[in-house]
């Protein structure tokens, strides 16, 4: 009777374990937005999983152990490389899926062939904060460098299901259409606005703000990662004010008691912008670059 | 290239008109020349005596000495030029971002098309160092002050432990870690706490780990001391395993079992020969099982060759939920000295259970409860006696920089059957940066008859990458 009771426990315990296996193929995205993408190209012949949460920051997460089954069963691992999701390194060491190794068939860095911005050209120590020597690596929110992973992750999808290869083709030739068709409306938004400044919590929306020709005039932050400081707010308050800076936009992560007290100070409101696919009800890229234009014109209609 | 010859032989030709340049700027801009040249045709980059300007070869102290030299004004702007050219041409700042080429891309799909704006490059992609080990160092400096007397170690702020690590592949599938610590108050300042190899991907979901390792045993067992949530170790471990980590020489073998689904079931196996324990036990005197001193434990002092055993079992609870706990085994021979100078000789059997839950929530906040429970069973003749301890522990993350933490812990000791420590504490973590936090504790606990408060304080700050297991 004991041994029955373990069973009927362990049944319960594992009962989803049990469904039947799909033939799609496997993709481990580090991060939301990577995920987002490789949904997009890869349709309906990929299941798709993410190890970030949205909303969770990627400079930190924890790798731990529900995480790991997931790389163990990929066939293909979708990273952003530039130094953002080192967290990685511990579960595919746990997970022991050697085929997903740097370099082989079933890794893809989604940063290939990206123009990265900020990559330090002088030395970089502990002072300088939490620098990526490779440079920003939050490159997925350019919505044409989004065009630039999605060939990324087509490329490596070929590698390991060659047989679908027309189909990924045929679906990245319609993300680079999507993406395109809604750039014009994007940069239609947008363009009243070209020029004009604006604030940020990190330096995580560069990539975005330089693509509809918006210029990051500074961030809460002191420098990348570390924590505001009443004496660099107070610094970035009076330029702000003797600037005219108007917006101030906030990644959905981040607490708001500098961000209050900007508002307090000088009166510029803070509006808060989506951080991940799947944060403030967004469910794929698309809708997160239409949030994020969204709040950064509201930010700049101030 | 055969055109430029011609235009520089019959500038030459002409006699141009001379300009005075520093020699040290000359021999950089020929060598950037030379270097840059190496890359076109042969024919391009190697020509004939007759088309190559007379350049005067510069002394080899040249840059020092500032050695002044004249040569045809035509000459110099256009090796200046010439250079700019190959600069261009090998890698600088491009007016157009450049799409890599794939083979696997058909020709029907154009390459993103990148002139809507945006960004200037400076470079793409990840840097591959793939010869390079990631190397990093993590310092940490630890505080206590308290009010039990007996406690040697109070009022004092003092470096605790400087690690080394050097981790990287060696092989495909086959990687080193290695963790040298530096600790000043040791006997041996110098160690390297874990060196050792890991064999990946052996088998599908089998690794193996040959060196000098922490042992998996209990759910913190492999973790090193810089990612605890607290800042000592937990006084049921370092009662009743070990006082800071269970660790040996040998092999530890992983089995992630191949479950559809996102539930994750390891089972890993291990045989280590142990370093023993420094503590001694009161045989003379019974009544006094710390010699006067602060409560301590023994840890199981394994000498010899033990064997562990772990099962860890986890499963999602949602998404943003999850719940993992598992069971530790560990058996080996054990020998603590006596204070008459002998040893007591015999075997110990450890036993683990631990279960963590963690749930996620919105802005980068976490919940983190944990609980564990141990058992200490001496046999074969050791002079210590069974003995059990447990801690329960709530971790809540405010928010990227902010942690707060509550535990309790409450733990027997095998050299002194009766009396017990619990002890109930208060964390503060602040995070300044990825690799750079503070931490407080403040305690109040009973140690066996005596109550106590301290307040701990601990820096660690880490400089380079730096990777460990599960947390």
């Known amino acids: 009777m004991k041994r029955i009771k373990v069973f009927l426990l362990a049944a319960l315990f594992f009962a989803p374990s049990f469904k039947a296996a799909h033939a799609a193929t496997d993709i481990v995205a580090s991060v939301p937005e990577l995920g987002a993408i490789a949904r997009e190209v890869g349709g309906n012949k990929v299941h798709v999983d993410v190890i970030a949460l949205p909303n969770n920051d990627y400079h930190r997460v924890e790798p731990r152990p529900s995480l790991v089954q997931r790389i163990a069963k990929a066939d293909l691992l979708v990273r952003s490389g530039l130094g953002l999701d080192v967290w990685m390194d511990a579960l595919m060491n746990a997970a022991g899926n050697t085929k997903l190794n740097k370099g082989g068939n079933a890794y893809i860095d989604a940063s290939e062939g990206i123009p990265v911005l900020d990559r330090p050209n002088s030395s970089i120590t502990g002072a ?54 809604h ?54 308050m009076s330029g702000m004010k003797k600037d005219g800076v108007k917006a101030l936009v906030i990644e959905s992560i981040f607490p708001t008691k500098y961000p209050d007290l900007v508002s307090r100070t000088i009166g510029v409101k803070y509006v808060v912008s989506p951080y991940s696919v799947g944060a403030m009800g967004t469910k794929t890229y698309f809708d997160l670059i239409d949030m994020m234009v969204d709040k950064t014109k509201q930010a700049l209609s101030q | ?49 007759a088309a190559t300007p007379s350049v005067p070869k510069a002394p080899s102290n040249s840059v020092a000495s500032g050695e002044m030299i004249m040569v045809p004004r035509a000459i110099w702007e256009k090796l200046l030029k010439d250079v700019e050219d190959l600069k261009k041409k090998n890698g600088g700042a491009p007016s157009v971002i450049p799409s890599p080429a794939t083979t696997e891309t058909p020709p029907p799909l154009e390459a993103p098309n990148t002139n809507s704006g945006g960004a200037q490059p400076s470079g793409t992609g990840s840097r591959n160092y793939l010869l390079l080990p990631d190397i990093s160092f993590i310092l940490q400096a630890k505080g206590l002050f308290g009010s039990d007397k007996r406690d040697a170690a109070r009022r004092r702020l003092n470096l605790d432990e400087g690690e080394l690590a050097i981790q990287g592949y060696v092989y495909p599938g086959i990687k080193v870690d290695t963790f040298i610590t530096a600790a000043p108050a040791e006997d041996e300042p110098f160690q390297i706490e874990e060196g050792y190899l890991t064999f990946l991907g052996l088998k599908k979901g089998l690794s193996l780990n040959v060196g000098r390792k922490f042992a998996p045993f209990g759910r913190t067992g492999e973790t090193h001391n810089h990612s605890w949530l607290y800042p000592r170790q937990l006084l049921p471990i370092q009662n009743l395993v070990s006082p800071e980590a269970l660790v040996g020489d040998g092999v530890n073998l992983h089995y992630l079992l191949p479950l559809k689904g996102k539930n994750f079931v390891r089972a890993s196996f291990g045989s280590f020969t142990g370093q023993g324990s420094s503590t ?20 199981a002092g394994f000498n010899d060759r033990f064997y562990n055993g772990r099962v860890w079992i986890g499963r999602p609870l949602g998404e943003k939920a999850e719940l993992d706990g598992g069971f530790s085994y560990a058996q080996g021979p054990s020998t603590l000295g006596l204070d008459n100078g002998a040893n007591s000789v015999g075997r110990v059997k450890l036993y683990g259970a631990d279960l963590t839950y963690r749930r996620y929530l919105q802005d980068n906040k976490r919940l983190l409860l944990r609980s564990e429970y141990f058992k200490y069973k001496p046999f074969g003749g050791l002079l210590t006696k069974s003995a059990d301890g447990y801690y329960g522990l709530v971790n809540y993350r405010l928010d990227k920089f902010n942690d707060v933490g509550l535990l309790y812990e409450n733990s027997g000791f095998p050299q002194a059957p009766g009396v017990r420590e619990n002890a109930s504490s208060l964390i503060y973590t602040k995070q300044f940066t990825e690799q750079f936090y503070l931490r407080l504790m403040g305690t109040h606990g009973q140690r066996g008859a005596q109550s106590y408060n301290e307040l701990r304080l601990q820096f660690t700050a880490g400089i380079g990458p730096h990777t460990h297991n599960l947390e």
């Open chain 1, 183 to 236: 750039m014009e409306g994007w940069k239609k938004e947008m363009a009243p606005y070209a020029g004009k400044p604006v604030v940020t919590y990190h330096e995580d929306y560069e990539y975005f703000l330089r693509r509809f020709g918006l210029n990051l005039y500074g961030t809460l932050e002191p420098k990348p990662g570390l924590p505001p400081s009443a004496a660099h707010v107070n610094n970035l």
């Open chain 2, 1 to 49: 290239m055969t055109g430029r010859k011609i235009e520089v032989k019959k500038k030459r030709a002409f006699g141009m008109t001379t300009t005075v340049l520093s020699g040290a700027l000359l021999m950089s801009a020929a060598q950037t020349f030379a270097q840059n040249i190496e890359d076109l045709p042969i024919d391009a980059a190697t020509p004939s005596k």
């Open chain 2, 280 to 299: 001694q036990i009161n045989a003379s005197n019974p009544g006094d099982p710390f010699f006067g001193e602060v409560p301590h434990g023994t840890g």
């Open chain 1, 128 to 181: 300088s904060g939490d620098v990526h020597p490779d440079g920003n690596p939050h490159y997925f929110y350019d919505p044409i460098y989004a065009k630039f992973v999605a060939r990324n992750i087509v490329k490596g999808l070929i590698r390991v299901d060659a047989a679908n290869a027309d189909y990924y083709r045929s679906q990245l030739a319609d993300f680079y259409k999507d993406i395109d068709g």
